[in-house]
């Protein structure tokens, strides 16, 4: 994946001189924290002040280009903004729950290439992908746990899936994750 690797600290790099908080989520995420799969775009989350939007969106796009006819409008109602960094499409997602901020300030910097990168923790990737519904995302899941069981915060993690499961009225996505973390416990 020199493509996406070369992409990502091309991006991480500029939000970083940017000053924009941010941090690697979805497939690339996947694959520092658990079962490497292949990934052919970027995700990532973006902290920006809302006073803020407009400009930064302009200042994003005059950097990479957009794949929205719309960039400010679109952001506006998906909090997304597809781009493309080099030839790698991107979705940069705009944090605006208070989880969001919570897990970019809890991000992990990797080294990629010479440079740092900030990818979630492996509790907060766990924890966005919990919340859907395909099994791939559960895949994910069972993926960092095969790898990374002994070493999840569970202080952090546990409360956090009850909480989402109450908020969501979901008791099988609480029972699933339960049953899931004492399979893993003992090993």
């Known amino acids: 994946m020199p493509e996406l690797d070369d ?12 000053e924009i908080r941010h941090m690697v989520i979805g497939g690339f995420a996947v694959t ?25 969106i302009d200042r994003i796009c005059a950097r990479f280009p957009s794949l929205s006819g719309d960039p400010l409008k679109f952001v506006t109602e998906t909090r997304v903004l597809p781009i493309m960094v080099e030839a790698v499409p991107v979705d940069l997602i705009f944090a605006v729950l208070p989880y969001e901020e919570d897990a970019i300030a809890r991000a992990r910097p990797i080294h990629l290439k010479d440079a740092s990168v900030p990818v979630c923790s492996p509790e907060d990737l766990i924890l966005h992908k919990i919340v859907s519904p395909r099994p791939r995302d559960h895949e994910d899941i069972e993926g960092v746990f095969r790898y990374r069981h002994a070493e999840l915060d569970y202080g ?3 409360p956090r899936v009850e909480e989402l499961a109450d908020a969501l009225s979901d008791r099988n996505m609480l029972d699933w994750y339960r049953r899931l973390r004492e399979r893993w416990r003992n090993r």
């Open 156 to 158: 952090y993690l546990d």
């Open 7 to 18: 992409a990502l600290v091309e991006l991480s790099s500029w939000l970083t001189e940017n």
């Open 32 to 56: 520092v924290w658990g079962e490497p799969r292949f990934t052919r775009d970027l995700d990532v989350t973006v902290s920006v002040p809302a006073d803020k939007f407009g400009q930064i």
